[in-house]
């Protein structure tokens, strides 16, 4: 069965400096990977997806996400954060073959510090 | 703009009531979800939709129950409300077809049972 796992319940890092949220996955086949943010009070917003192609995926706000295959990984990287990423970061990845639906992580916190 | 809203975004009821929850999309999208989002268990699939007269049950169905009768709206029913479904509730639609494609959510219903 598709699982994501983030091993990070909350991520802390100084405005300015490099952020990384962890996220692996397993998958049986090719993997379909998505990165969502969810701010206070709101739904999720999709960032990023990986679905074939350039290891390197860039979305929204500046984030990116590094494929590894050889780790079974999909972290979500931004060179330099802001005070206003601060949010909750889910992993997803499709269900299975010809299919829209998600599984999700668990979600990870990201506080980023002035 | 094409959107996707949910109502109410909140509800009080009691155990044992029956209640329902709206979402409509104006995205003209085939695929929505029902998901409900509890502290250390991210987003879990309740109910899913791949167009007019579809419905599956997702990964935490019991008590809930949709139906689709057309393409924007798949409202949510708890046939009778209990203690344990207490949570935010989202819902999220996407294009369908093999294109891989992201879902968009809603901001969310939280729901209290007393």
């Known amino acids: 069965a598709q699982s994501v796992a983030q091993p990070e319940d909350q991520v802390n890092v100084a405005e300015g400096n490099p952020l990384t949220v962890k996220c692996t996955y397993s998958?049986?086949?090719?993997?379909?990977l998505f990165w969502y943010v969810q701010y206070p009070n709101r739904g999720l917003q999709f960032l990023l997806k990986?679905?074939?192609?350039?290891?390197l995926v860039k979305g929204s706000y500046g984030f990116e996400a590094e494929f590894n295959k050889s780790q079974t990984s999909f972290h979500l990287k931004k060179p330099s954060a802001l005070v206003s990423d601060s949010a909750l970061y889910f992993c997803a990845v499709r269900a299975s073959y010809n299919t829209d639906k998600l599984i999700f992580g668990t979600g990870t916190r990201l506080q980023v510090f002035p | 703009d094409a959107e996707i809203t949910q109502s109410p975004r909140h509800k009080i009821t009691e155990t044992g009531r029956q209640v329902t929850l709206a979402c409509h999309q104006t995205?003209?999208?085939?695929?929505m979800f029902w998901y409900r989002q509890d502290l250390g268990h991210g987003l879990r699939l309740i109910h899913y939709s791949y167009g007019v007269q579809d419905t599956n049950k997702g990964e935490v169905s019991d008590g809930y129950s949709v139906s689709r009768s057309n393409t924007e709206d798949l409202p949510l029913t708890l046939e009778s409300a209990a203690s344990s479904q207490t949570s935010v509730y989202f819902c999220?639609?996407?294009?369908?077809?093999?294109?891989?494609?992201?879902?968009?959510f809603g901001p969310g219903t939280r729901l209290t049972v007393l």
């Open positions: 998958v049986s086949g090719n993997p379909y």
């Open positions: 999220a639609s996407s294009e369908g077809g093999i294109r891989y494609n992201e879902q968009f």
């Open positions: 990986y679905i074939t192609g350039d290891n």
């Open positions: 995205w003209n999208h085939n695929n």
